[in-house]
């Protein structure tokens, strides 16, 4: 189409009209894209749906390619938004005074009675929800996310071309009335090619929808909801940081325990604790080969308050032992007059780490814990910590995959409708 005052092309029963003022210069070139899009917008009535991948190719010679595809939204759906991959490669040779072919995506209700506009795209990149002077609804921009997905292999062959990862939210008015995805390729008609894919469409929850990660040591919890939590709601992935490094610790035993001190070593967590000793029931085992059978003492005497047992030396065995309900350890052997007196050191029994990613939250029991009684601490293997995610969300959700990159646990999930 070539500049005048005026130029029409028809298709089908209806009549494109469009001043050649919209396709002049290079710097009104944004207002132009405006102003097609808008006016393609109202065009033609929607045929039948059609699958998810779609492909619109200059050469066919029409100006107006389109196509509709019905959005069928679950009912359980409070909101929704639909995500797709567009890519848009051409041959278009620039010439001044001439319009290019271009390529536009714009949702719709059943009747067309309002139209919102998402991306156009031709030669000289994107322009994100357009304004449409025509009275089309706006889309806010934070409403429309998108990631440069890159063209990999690049085309030899291909001037231009470009591909985006892109998820928008309906607007509730398109929403609530049968939701259409308008797809138009605009052909100047030249020998110069261009086409546009729409493929991976699928139709997604509303941006708003919240999905919490919520997480236990055990799978049978308690589960305790994660924070700090980055969600790429394009990718349908959250990142967290891996179980030990942002958790809250809390001690559970036999006797009352707290925690005295938290150090990182590595990729450990080291707890320090201290307990009450609890009440001691100790027995002296002794023997005269250090690797035969031990057996019980019958005449030690036990001073707990001292931590010593008394041998008489009379018949005493050369090996000793002490065991019981307690961690004990013997730390001196000594002869006083007629008697072998052992030192001994007892301690508390270790107590049960438990932890929660908040320290409000259900908190559930830590599995793979190396407890040092004497030392009186607990350390645990964060990079070899087991730990169990599920996801709690407005719509039934469910884990996909778990990935570990660094020191992040990388969690895609899907929906469930």
């Known amino acids: ?39 393609l917008s109202f065009m033609g009535a929607a045929p039948p749906a059609l699958p998810a991948d779609t492909l619109l190719q200059t050469g066919g010679g029409q ?40 390529f536009t995506m714009s949702l719709q209700n059943s009747n067309q009675t309002i139209v919102a506009s998402i991306l156009t ?63 138009t390729l605009i052909d100047n008609l030249d020998a110069d090619s261009s086409q546009a894919v729409v493929s991976n469409l699928v139709v997604k929850p509303g941006l708003q929808m919240v999905v919490d990660v919520e997480s236990s040591a055990q799978p049978g919890g308690a589960y305790a909801r994660e924070g700090g939590v980055a969600v790429d709601l394009l990718r349908d992935r959250m990142a967290l940081t891996k179980a030990g490094a942002t958790r809250c610790f809390r001690l559970t035993g036999e006797t009352p325990s707290q925690i005295t001190g938290l150090q990182f070593v590595g990729n450990d967590t080291v707890i320090y604790y201290d307990a009450d000793l609890g009440t001691l029931d100790l027995e002296l085992l002794g023997s005269d080969n250090p ?66 990613a908040r ?8 599995m793979l814990v190396v407890s040092d009684p004497f030392a009186q601490t607990l350390t645990l293997h964060q990079g070899a910590a087991v730990r169990f995610y599920r996801l709690a969300g407005e719509v039934p959700v469910s884990v996909k995959g778990v990935g570990f990159s660094g020191p992040d646990v990388t969690i895609t999930y899907d929906e469930n409708p």
């Open 1 to 39: 189409m070539g500049s005048g005052s005026q130029s029409g092309h028809e298709v089908g029963r209806e009549t494109l009209s469009v001043p050649s003022r919209y396709f002049q210069s290079r710097a009104g070139f944004w207002c132009r894209r405006s102003v097609l899009a808008a006016i």
């Open 291 to 356: 690797n035969g059978s031990f057996t019980p003492v019958l005449n030690a005497q036990f001073d707990l308050n001292a931590m010593t047992v008394s041998v008489p030396l009379l018949n005493a065995p050369a090996f000793f032992r002490i065991s019981g309900n307690h961690p004990v350890r013997i730390t001196n052997d000594e002869v006083s007059g007629e008697f072998r007196i052992l030192d001994f050191d007892a301690r508390p029994n270790p107590p049960h780490v438990e932890s929660s």
């Open 121 to 183: 795209v031709d030669a000289f990149g994107f322009l994100w929800t357009p304004s449409s002077p025509g009275g089309g609804l706006p889309i806010p921009d934070e409403d429309v996310l998108r990631e440069d997905a890159g063209v990999n292999p690049p085309s030899t062959n291909v001037l231009f071309e470009v591909s985006y990862l892109v998820r928008v939210e309906l607007p509730s008015s398109v929403l609530i009335d049968s939701p259409m995805l308008s797809l």
């Open 359 to 366: 320290g409000t939250r259900p908190y559930a029991r830590e």
């Open 63 to 102: 100006v107006v390619n389109r196509v509709f595809i019905p959005l069928s939204v679950p009912p359980q759906y409070p909101s929704a938004s639909v995500r797709f991959e567009v890519s848009f490669e051409s041959n278009e040779q620039i010439v001044p005074g001439e319009f290019i072919d271009s």
